[in-house]
């Protein structure tokens, strides 16, 4: 346990920028849950399940962090600022996992069965984030700020959003970007509802172009209007009706149609 301990403060040297000495270290609220944990797990598994408690309650009144003494959770575990945390009893826990304050890892059923997540080894999960059910965060994901995961995450994969989603922008996948990016939730300029919205409002704009197409191919009556309507004076008047004519025949193509990313 002692050199369990020993990694763990050595983690946080490693992960915390703003860790200066070992007096500092000692502080921290993540390193005095983790160690309660510990003793805590062990008297669990051992069937003092009251003792336990009482030890796992009592950490949760020093340092604002709740961590079931059921939960399993590997080593060189490190939650940075920790205010808020919540663990559930069946959450398994991999090695060097990297955990931000008000993260939740909760249960959605009532039976007794596995019920929270297992997180494998190398994940980051970000400051709110929820991770809820009896689901896998594969190893070295990245789960980003307040997101909500109510399914699988792949390995290596990085999940933002509510729900959360994989985000590949650019070609470039999430998992690549750094951590200060993945702390961010719109993870620079990705967001995925945003994103969902920008190509639906530009669908939207391409199917009224075409509309516009097929009801002047349909009535070419209005072309005569349209006609009529320009001013014989207006010095562009030529121009105007030209556009109007391949706007009108249905099998033309606008110069901006085969330009890459349109419409899309």
């Given at each position: ?30 390193l005095w849950?983790?160690f ?34 059921g ?34 890892l ?32 594969g ?69 009224t ?21 320009i ?17 009108s025949?249905?099998?033309?193509v ?5 330009e ?5």
């Amino acid at each position: 346990m002692f050199a369990t301990i020993r990694e763990d403060i050595q983690t946080i040297f490693h992960k915390d920028p703003a860790a200066r000495s070992i007096w500092e270290v000692f502080t921290y609220a993540g390193l005095w849950a983790v160690f309660h944990h510990r003793v805590a797990h062990r008297l669990w598994r051992w069937g003092l399940k009251f003792p336990a408690r009482l030890v796992s309650q009592w950490s949760r009144f020093l340092t604002n962090i709740e961590i079931h003494p059921g939960a399993q959770i590997g080593r060189r575990f490190f939650i940075d600022h920790g205010a808020g945390v919540v663990i559930g009893e069946t959450a398994i826990i991999g090695n060097d996992v990297l955990m931000y304050h008000q993260v939740t890892l909760g249960g959605t059923s009532l039976e007794k069965i596995k019920r929270h997540p297992t997180i494998g080894n190398n994940v980051l999960i970000g400051m709110g984030a929820k991770v809820i059910g009896n689901i896998t965060v594969g190893n070295n994901a990245r789960i980003g700020a307040n997101s909500v995961v109510t399914r699988d995450v792949p390995e290596g994969a990085t999940a933002i959003g509510i729900p959360a989603r994989i985000m590949i922008p650019d070609g470039l996948h999430m998992s690549q970007r750094t951590t200060e990016q993945v702390m961010d939730m719109a993870l620079g300029t990705a967001d995925p509802m945003g994103e969902l919205i920008r190509r639906t409002i530009s669908d939207l704009q391409d199917l009224t172009d075409r509309m516009d197409e097929v009801e002047a191919f349909v009535h070419p009556e209005l072309a005569e209007l349209f006609e009529d309507a320009i001013p014989e004076h207006l010095p562009h008047r030529h121009d105007l009706l030209d556009m109007y004519d391949q706007m009108s025949d249905p099998m033309s193509v606008k110069p901006h149609e085969n330009e890459q990313g349109s419409g899309i």
